[in-house]
């Protein structure tokens, strides 16, 4: 999925955090509606501005943000 014509970064538009391209629509939302136990669909009928292939774009971004992420294990713990 080709993230990048989708997903856009503003300074004036909710303080640069990732959107939706043309919305006020937060990559953070749709992944909060997800994890909250929206489905697809549910999502799509309450944000009627997105579609199917912005809520897939969303995902995408995250993933790579995720995969780029560098960790570093400080401890472990005892099981």
């Known amino acids: 999925m080709d993230w990048q014509s989708r997903i856009v970064t503003d300074p004036d538009v909710l303080l640069g955090k990732p ?12 992944l909060d509606r997800l994890a909250d136990g929206w489905s697809i669909e549910t999502l799509l009928e309450a944000y009627p501005r997105l579609s199917r292939e912005d809520v897939q774009a969303a995902l995408a971004y995250s ?17």
Request: overall charge positive.
């Open 63 to 79: 993933a790579e943000r995720v995969r780029e992420e560098r960790y570093l294990a400080i401890g472990t713990s005892a099981a």
């Open 19 to 30: 959107t939706i391209k043309g919305s006020r629509i937060a990559v953070e939302l749709v």
